[in-house]
């Protein structure tokens, strides 16, 4: 279906919308105001306010064409809901529209979580203090082991996705993936899904999986708390070391030559290395990272091709005209193939 026009940003129908709130949303007082929240290149997410001063967060997925098995609102709205009565902390649920006519594309809306996101080393400053961003580090280490700590079927996302072979079916779907949105030909993404496909370790217990889990997919509070893990639209179920592996691939340090996003927070004095963030998960949670490499080297392939897809949307104009964004992406998808077909090879 074609986007409608809108008076309001790109991507939102404000009438439309603002009409949604009002028969959906209790104790909504109109007029809406609507501001795209600066961050993804996936889903899209927007600030809403009302006369009265509430606040929440609407969650779309990207303008124009999109990837049939991606940007599923429902399902996200589902894992979510699921979560809130847990231990790990999410956004509290406000509603979902499925109904397409409504704002161009399916979406869902939270309560609005106020609190400082690290996305950059500059983002860091507002915790200047070592001791504050070693305590940060340690409660994504323990956010990370929370979410894996969960019983599927008993927080009613068993049947989220199947529970074997999660390295097989990450390496099937994102290797689709990479043929629906490639731009150029670019051997080693190929090459590198052969090789790790012929040593995928043995899965121990399926969890539940992020799937882009990250420092900057989590809102804090003013005292450095985990208020919020938001981005769920790639959990399943699964294999948890994909998710340490991830991680680790975005735990960036100073000194690194390939920096996917950007110049990661964790690259401040006083943030754990990599080494002590896969040491403490290995502690804290009992399990084995022996074969954590391997979920390194699939993290550095599969983010390469997530990219890849951003990639696409800048070279057709979906986030407008900037050369300069996608030669970049086009630069970062390369590096992380390299990187990827490097690390596979360090397995020996």
């Known amino acids: 279906m074609a986007e409608q026009a809108t008076d309001g940003p790109e991507g939102i129908d404000s009438a439309a919308v603002e009409e949604w709130f009002v028969a959906s949303v209790a104790g909504v007082e109109p007029p809406l105001a609507f501001e795209r929240i600066a961050g993804g290149r996936s889903n899209l997410t927007y600030a809403v306010s009302d006369a009265g001063g509430q606040r929440w967060a609407l969650r779309r997925p990207p303008l124009g064409e999109r990837l049939a098995s991606a940007h599923d609102m429902a399902r996200e709205h589902r894992i979510i809901s699921a979560l809130e009565p847990t ?24 309560e609005f979580v106020n609190g400082p996101i690290l996305r950059t080393g500059a983002d860091a400053e507002r915790f200047p203090a070592p001791a504050d961003r070693r305590a940060i580090s340690e409660r994504v280490v323990d956010t990370l082991i929370a979410i894996h700590a969960l019983d599927p079927d008993a927080v009613g996302l068993g049947e989220l996705g199947r529970k074997e072979d999660y390295v097989a079916r990450q390496l099937h779907r994102w290797g689709g993936q990479w043929e629906q949105s490639r731009t150029r030909e670019l051997a080693l993404v190929d090459e590198v899904h052969d090789r790790l496909a012929a040593r995928i370790p043995a899965q121990g217990p399926a969890t539940i999986v992020h799937g882009d ?61 990599r ?15 022996a074969e954590i490499d391997f979920y390194v080297a699939l993290g550095l392939w599969k983010l390469a091709i997530i990219l890849e897809g951003v990639y696409a949307r800048y070279a057709a104009g979906q986030y407008g005209a900037d050369a300069e964004g996608a030669r970049r992406f086009a630069e970062v998808v390369e590096g992380l193939a390299r990187a990827a077909d490097e690390a596979e090879r360090r397995l020996g």
Request: net charge negative; glycine share 10%.
């Open 87 to 110: 231990p790990v902390p999410v956004p509290p649920i406000a509603g979902l529209c499925a109904d397409e006519v409504v704002n161009g594309a399916p979406f869902y809306v939270m």
């Open 213 to 273: 889990y990250r420092l900057d997919n989590m809102i804090l509070t003013e005292e450095g708390e985990v208020a919020a893990v938001v981005d769920w639209e790639l959990a399943t179920l699964g294999d948890p070391l994909a998710d340490v592996g991830m991680l680790l691939v975005y735990w960036g340090a100073e000194g690194d030559e390939l920096m996917p996003l950007a110049e990661p927070a964790t690259i401040a004095p006083g943030f754990l290395g």
């Open 275 to 289: 080494d002590e963030v896969r040491a403490l998960y290995a502690e804290r949670s009992g399990r084995d990272l």
